[in-house]
């Protein structure tokens, strides 16, 4: 499966974006979806996961109350909105899926996109 991250931008501190993951290829099998990203010279850490149902999600403490993920299989398209978007969430964005839900495991991850660009400005 190709996954594909749009969305990412310029806002300014307090502002909303959504981000965009759109799954093309073997969209028939069922994927969990988790965002990942990546601040300069900083590890890789997670943000949120999705199952395919949509039914369970799961957060990074630093994002919760301000992001929300959910999916519309219809489309093969995960979504990410954050809000009250702080300087720190500064980093590029990067959804992952894979074929059983494993959470915040970013190592178990099958497939990842390229990555899309989050700048808040203070």
């Known amino acids: 499966v190709q996954l594909q991250a749009s969305g990412g931008g310029l806002v300014q501190a307090g502002g909303s974006l959504r981000l965009s993951c759109a799954a093309s290829g073997r969209t028939r099998s069922r994927y969990a979806t988790g965002w990942f990203r990546q601040a300069p010279g900083k590890e890789r850490e997670f943000v949120a996961a999705?199952?395919?149902?949509?039914?369970?999600?799961n957060y990074a403490d630093s994002v919760k109350g301000r992001f929300t993920i959910s999916r519309d299989n219809a489309k093969n398209t995960v979504y990410l909105q954050m809000n009250s978007l702080k300087p720190e969430d500064t980093a590029v964005y990067y959804c992952?899926?894979?074929?059983?839900?494993?959470?915040?495991?970013?190592?178990?991850?099958?497939?990842w996109g390229q990555g899309t660009l989050v700048t808040v400005s203070s």
């Open positions: 992952a899926a894979v074929s059983r839900w494993v959470g915040d495991s970013a190592h178990e991850y099958d497939y």
């Open positions: 999705i199952s395919w149902s949509g039914y369970t999600t």
